[in-house]
């Protein structure tokens, strides 16, 4: 009898913030590249989201959404789980990330019923209150996230936790990453009714 075949999840990861050398999305591509070297099975999709457009419902015609949307919701409803990644602005949520959640809220919301982590570097808080309003949000939306561990990156505290290009070079935090992701992977398979290994 052939061994069971790790079961794969595919985690859409968006990153609240749009400039280039972003912290948050460096929190994207560790968590990808921690997914590749030590944890089997869970494959990180970083979805772009600079592209959508403001949310304006005059711009869906005959059901329909424009290019960009449609594109993002596929993303979304292709996804088994998902990774937020996002900074604090004004002590909430930042505009692009609440933005796509909105786009993807749309009938028929695309992210209802699957579990989610939410990953944020910021200022003294670390984005924790950005992460709490993410959570609000998720409640209407259907979305379960997982309660432990948090993970609230102070950026700009030392030690220095990114470089110049917004990669993540803190070995500490990149092992907190790697216990969310865990985590994640654990909520996701449970909720989807499966154990770690599925049978081919």
């Known amino acids: 009898m052939e061994a069971p075949t ?11 913030s749009l400039r280039r050398a972003s912290a948050n999305t ?25 592209e959508l457009p403001l949310l304006n419902t005059d711009l869906e015609v005959d059901g329909g959404f424009p290019p960009a949307v449609e594109a993002f919701r596929n993303k979304v409803r292709g996804a088994d789980c998902f990774l937020f990644a996002s900074p604090e602005y004004n002590y909430s949520i ?4 609440k933005n796509a959640l909105d786009w ?13 982590a939410i990953l944020s570097a910021s200022g003294g808080s670390g984005g924790s209150r950005s992460q709490y309003h993410i959570r609000q949000v998720g409640v209407f939306l259907d979305i379960h996230f997982i309660n432990k561990p948090e993970v609230f990156t102070k950026a700009h505290q030392p030690p220095k936790k990114f470089d110049g290009d917004g990669n993540l070079i ?30 081919v």
Request: aromatic letters at 4%; hydrophobic letters at 40%; proline letters at 6%.
């Open 6 to 16: 790790k079961a794969v999840l595919r985690v859409a990861a968006i990153s609240g």
């Open 26 to 50: 460096g929190l994207i591509r560790a968590a990808a590249e921690i997914c590749k070297e030590s944890i089997p099975g869970m494959q990180i999709d970083h979805v772009d989201i600079s």
């Open 104 to 116: 993807g809220s749309r009938p028929p919301n695309c992210w209802g019923d699957r579990a989610a």
């Open 94 to 97: 930042s505009g692009p990330l």
């Open 170 to 199: 803190d070995p500490e935090t990149k092992e907190q990453l790697r216990k969310m992701l865990l985590s994640l992977q654990a909520f996701a398979l449970r909720l989807q009714g499966k154990s770690e290994y599925s049978e």
